[in-house]
């Protein structure tokens, strides 16, 4: 029996990055806890095989499994029915959730059924005499609150990118299929259809990332910020505003409801610094800020700034950087 | 349709850094003297609800949990850009509590007003960002749930929502009686009251329920689970160093630094 069970799924048809950086909190929990640590797999079809040898890779000794067909992209309810199943076999004290599409519904709902204590969108997670205790953003990342989880069972969502993946640790599960009922017609809530945008520019693992704000004005002087980043091989990302107004897709939102970047550089542009942007935005090694204003927020957290129009610097930086290069 | 729309008043979170504090008594920001408005993505709950209204009618009731004292304008905007009426859960600690503690008070708010089909919240408050009261709500309620959505519309008897995902959209049918969470996007921005309608809301109904009266009994520390121990300010050490000059200038004495610093 497993105390600790992480929620792996491969809704969208492989394991994600997000389900093992669970399984490396669930590690050091186990480290400190000595409870014992089992994934919860869901999925449909052949790639639930492939997603089973990630787990065991990663050191997880126990997989309870559902293949279901209703257990696609999305689908919160059918994937909520097969962790009941699951969850009255293995009765889990921990539950660790990945806070994303699904997850950020799952968590929730879990923890309702369970009667457990809930944490979300934790960023740390640690054990102190026996006890879990997390940290998370609060206050549009103005603040850190550190909770300490005094009851179990208890279910904890982390933010995904928050932690890192953990190294390999080969080992070989016992693997129990866990056969579930759903009835389709009863779910509350179906996916009728998947909108993919366009694909992703690899915002979330970049080194380098340049972001715009509303500062850049509409759609076009995104295209300049494109540009800088094809030379220095990095992603372009927005904060609220042009994500809202529709200048760039909203997948390239960097923020408390956006992405969580963790680059190397970060070069904020026309960006005010608004609390819902920072809070994806700090986890940057080092942050450049261009911004007219010298007095804008962004500055506060920036280690290197120019204060001036972005529609002259930034066709400078693109210039020095292409002698640079020699381009 | 009848849609609540759930408000939650908070702390401007665009507080300039020298106003905002943390209570170590009560290990919250401090509120006094602060501006209060409507939590960012409750406002664009409301404009999804009277959507609704506009396009197939629909009865909007607001319903805010806090200190019916320090209410400031939160009611009366909603009021203002087109709720029908509003119900204010009077309780001082309301803004305070966490989701598994304001749940159940939520719920029994929701059963009290009665009529609902659904009910709409904002996706994340701007202070403590849970993100946990929608689904929390939905189980309480046994309601259907949607977080994250963008848009919302009557469809064959239930709702079709457009809901954010980490690549893109899911397009969602959900049941009656739906708890969605809304997200901002350009067709949900919320709307600005005209003077007219703004004289009108104070003639609309205001409700101010104690919140003894719902009945719920308060969940002790040990049936919570959680703790907060503490919540600190982090001490900012970067200390911005400005590149001066022309353009030009700036530009290539930015790249050098970062070069010195090997990030190019």
């Given amino acids: ?327 | 349709m009848d849609i609540i729309v759930c408000l939650k008043q908070v702390v401007d979170p665009e507080l300039p850094v020298r106003d905002f504090a943390i209570d170590p008594s009560t290990k919250r920001q401090v509120r006094d003297g602060r501006p209060l408005v409507i939590s960012t993505y409750d406002e664009n709950a409301l404009e999804v609800a009277l959507q609704l209204k506009d396009a197939g009618g629909a009865r909007v009731t607001a319903l805010t949990l806090g200190p019916q004292s320090a209410l400031g304008d939160a009611v009366r905007l909603a009021l203002a850009m087109g709720a029908d009426e509003a119900v204010v859960v009077d309780d001082p600690r309301g803004p305070d509590l966490l989701g598994i503690e304001k749940v159940g008070i939520l719920a029994a708010a929701v059963r009290r007003v009665g009529r609902f089909d659904l009910v709409l919240c904002g996706c994340e408050s701007a202070d403590w960002v849970e993100r946990a009261v929608p689904p929390l709500l939905a189980e309480a309620i046994g309601a259907a749930c949607v977080t994250f959505a963008t848009r919302v519309e009557a469809a064959d008897g239930g709702l079709l929502v457009r809901r954010m995902a980490d690549d893109g959209f899911h397009q969602v049918e959900a049941r009656l009686p739906a708890v969605v969470a809304i997200a901002s996007d350009e067709g949900n921005r919320p709307r600005l009251p005209k003077v007219k309608d703004i004289v009108a809301a104070k003639r609309k109904p205001v409700q101010t329920w104690p919140v003894g009266d719902l009945g719920v009994p308060s969940v002790g520390e040990g049936a919570l689970g959680v703790e907060v121990r503490e919540v600190v300010v982090p001490q900012r050490t970067a200390r911005c160093e400005f590149v001066e000059g022309e353009p030009a200038e700036q530009a290539s004495a930015l790249l050098r630094r970062l070069q010195d610093l090997k990030l190019l």
Wanted: aromatic letters at 2%; a negative charge; glycine letters at 12%.
């Fill in chain 1, 1 to 327: 029996m497993a105390g600790i069970c992480v929620v792996a799924h491969a809704l969208d048809g492989t394991l994600g990055r997000s389900s093992l950086e669970l399984v490396g909190a669930a590690r050091a929990l186990d480290a400190g806890l000595g409870l014992g640590m089992a994934a919860a797999l869901l999925g449909h079809g052949s790639h639930l095989a492939e997603a089973t040898d990630v787990l065991q890779h990663h050191g997880v000794t126990a997989i309870y499994r559902v293949d279901h067909p209703l257990l696609t992209a999305g689908q919160t309810d059918a994937a909520l029915a097969a962790l009941e199943s699951i969850f009255q076999r293995a009765a889990p004290q921990v539950v660790l959730v990945s806070a994303d599409t699904v997850g950020r519904e799952l968590a929730p709902r879990l923890a309702h059924r369970m009667a457990a204590a809930l944490v979300t969108e934790a960023v740390e997670l640690g054990v102190e005499d026996g006890v879990i205790t997390a940290r998370r953003q609060v206050y549009g990342g103005r603040a850190i609150a550190t909770l300490v989880v005094t009851k179990r069972p208890a279910v904890l969502s982390v933010k995904p990118r928050a932690l890192d993946v953990p190294e390999p640790k080969p080992a070989t599960a016992t693997i129990e299929d866990v056969a579930v009922a759903i009835d389709a017609g009863a779910l509350p809530t179906r996916v009728r259809e998947v909108l993919r945008e366009q694909a992703d520019v690899g915002l979330e693992d970049a080194q380098i990332v340049i972001g715009g704000g509303r500062g850049m004005g509409g759609p076009d002087g995104f295209k300049l910020l494109e540009e800088l980043a094809a030379l220095l091989d990095g992603a372009v990302g927005a904060s609220r505003p042009p994500a809202d107004a529709g200048w760039v897709p909203i997948s390239w939102q960097i923020g408390q409801t956006g992405k969580t970047i963790r680059p190397a550089l970060y070069i904020a542009v026309g960006i005010s610094g608004a609390t819902q942007h920072i809070a994806g935005a700090s986890g940057a090694r080092t942050i450049v800020a261009i911004n007219h204003d010298p007095e804008a927020p962004i500055f506060s957290m920036a280690h290197l700034g120019i204060a001036g129009d972005y529609r002259e610097v930034v066709p400078a930086l693109i210039a020095k950087v292409k002698e640079l290069k020699g381009r």
